[in-house]
T-cell receptor, first 112, second 109 residues
Framework: IAGITQAPTSQILAAGRRMTLRCTQD?????MYWYRQDLGLGLRLIHY???????GKGEVPDGYSVSRANTDDFPLTLASAVPSQTSVYFC???????????FGEGSRLTVL | GQNIDQPTEMTATEGAIVQINCTYQ??????LFWYQQHAGEAPTFLSY??LDGLEEKGRFSSFLSRSKGYSYLLLKELQMKDSASYLC??????????WGAGTKLIIKP
């Protein structure tokens, strides 16, 4: 089934540890995004990529980094996790930066 | 500044009609989206409005007034499976999406 795959689905992590959330899409979409979703807040953009080889900062980029080596993969790395990064993380893609977004199933991350 | 307002929670009865409002203030406008999100799941696309007026898609309709910075999502013939959060998002002039916090819709039998 075509779509976006995120891994892991859920993870508990000690503060200070490094963590990479994986995201792969098979729709050949140009644009990809990482959002975090916290209770009572709207989805907040962490980083985005309009096309392979380029990335940009979103609304809340601090403490996170991304790479876009190819069209399909867009990993999100937390270099040194902190408790405030406890959240549900969604990866999304769209055909262009004007199209609708398709979301992965989310990665629930708890930092203790 | 950027702001999107939606009611936090609404309750409606199975079989009835409900209207979920969204007001926005953003830097430019390149379209408004509505997404549905069931608890513990990913958001899924419902509708997209870029011009003023009503877009109808089955039991769901979405309306936009750009001059008023206002949209609504209308759900008819409510079913229990419509219990979910409904997210309003505006694409700004720089093509970034700004999301509302979502409206949790509770359907009662």
């Amino acid at each position: 089934i075509a779509g976006i795959t995120q891994a892991p689905t859920s993870q508990i992590l000690a503060a200070g540890r490094r963590m990479t959330l994986r995201c792969t899409q098979d729709m050949r979409h140009n644009a990809m995004y990482w959002y975090r979703q916290d209770l009572g807040l709207g989805l907040r953009l962490i980083h985005y990529s309009n096309t392979a080889g380029t990335t940009g900062k979103g609304e809340v980029p601090d403490g996170y980094s991304v790479s876009r080596a190819n069209t399909d993969d867009f990993p999100l790395t937390l270099a040194s996790a902190v408790p405030s990064q406890t959240s549900v993380y969604f990866c999304a893609s769209s055909e262009s930066n004007t199209g609708e977004l398709f979301f992965g199933e989310g990665s629930r991350l708890t930092v203790l | 500044g950027q702001n999107i307002d939606q009611p936090t929670e609404m309750t409606a009865t199975e079989g009835a009609i409900v209207q979920i409002n969204c007001t926005y203030q953003t830097s430019g406008f390149n379209g408004l989206f509505w997404y549905q999100q069931h608890a513990g799941e990913a958001p899924t696309f419902l509708s997209y409005n870029v011009l003023d007026g009503l877009e109808e898609k089955g039991r769901f309709s979405s309306f936009l007034s750009r001059s008023k910075g206002y949209s609504y999502l209308l759900l008819k013939e409510l079913q229990m499976k419509d219990s979910a959060s409904y997210l309003c998002a505006v694409r700004e002039g720089n093509y970034q999406l700004i999301w509302g916090a979502g409206t949790k819709l509770i359907i009662k039998p």
